[in-house]
């Protein structure tokens, strides 16, 4: 069965600092997904990123970057120069492809809650 | 692109009454749905899998009778808590699996749906 530990509960940080937040995932499956979704305080979950089993290669975007390494079942994110907006949930999340009858059903972490002070 | 809506986004009733959320995905055909209910500081839990055309496949513990799913096309699912009690009370989300193969193994989730039940 997989698993999704995100186990910093709640971080806060300054402004414009850095900040990563952890997620260790467990699988006995070869092929799966690894997301990351942002929840504000609105609510909505936002799609930040999604990376295959088959490619570790680490992605920038922006502000954020990705830090994907199967020899530690490790999907890291982290903000560059944090801002007040980044405050929120961020889940990262599992989807096996062989799950639900190929749903690509999610498996969720508990969510770390990121507060960047002004 | 992947955008999904839902409605109502907040709803108050009376205990006893009948509650429908709607989920569409507005600029692509949905393979599969999803529905999502999240208690307040805590992650989101699963509770149905519905394909367009076919009968939802519930989650272990989440009552059919009571959580009425119909997906009757590519772009619209509906939950309906049918004899809503407080215990109801919970902010409910839906989320969407792009039919298109280069997506298809995301979901894109909707702005949520409120429901207080007095």
């Known amino acids: 069965a997989q698993k999704v530990t995100q186990a910093q509960t709640e971080i806060s940080v300054v402004e414009k600092e850095d900040v990563t937040l952890d997620c260790v995932y467990e699988?006995?499956?070869?092929?799966?997904?690894l997301f990351w979704y942002k929840q504000p305080p609105s609510g909505e979950l936002v799609f930040l990123i999604r990376?295959?089993?088959?490619?570790?290669q680490n992605e920038i975007s922006g502000r954020y970057s990705w830090n994907f390494q199967k020899s530690t079942s490790s999907f890291n994110f982290t903000i560059t120069a944090s801002q007040v907006v980044d405050s929120a949930v961020y889940f990262c999340?599992?989807?096996?492809?062989?799950?639900?009858?190929?749903?690509?059903?999610?498996?969720f972490g508990k969510g770390t809650k990121l507060s960047v002070i002004p | 692109g992947a955008v999904v809506s839902q409605h109502p986004s907040r709803v108050i009733c009376k205990s006893g009454t009948s509650v429908k959320i709607e989920c569409r995905s507005l600029?692509?055909?949905?393979?599969?749905m999803f529905w999502y209910r999240q208690f307040p500081k805590q992650s989101l839990m699963l509770m149905a899998t519905?394909?367009?055309?076919?009968?939802?496949?519930?989650e272990q513990g989440v009552e059919k009778d009571k959580f009425l799913i119909n997906h009757a096309s590519l772009t619209l699912s509906t939950l309906t808590v049918t004899s809503a009690h407080p215990e109801d009370s919970s902010f409910y989300i839906c989320?969407?699996?792009?039919?298109?193969?280069?997506?298809?193994?995301?979901?894109?989730f909707g702005p949520g749906t409120r429901l207080t039940v007095l």
């Open positions: 989320s969407a699996r792009d039919r298109n193969l280069g997506r298809s193994d995301t979901q894109y």
């Open positions: 990376r295959n089993s088959f490619d570790e």
């Open positions: 600029d692509f055909q949905a393979t599969t």
């Open positions: 519905s394909n367009e055309g076919s009968k939802a496949t519930y």
């Open positions: 699988t006995r499956d070869t092929t799966y997904y």
């Open positions: 999340a599992l989807s096996e492809a062989t799950s639900g009858a190929g749903s690509y059903q999610l498996t």
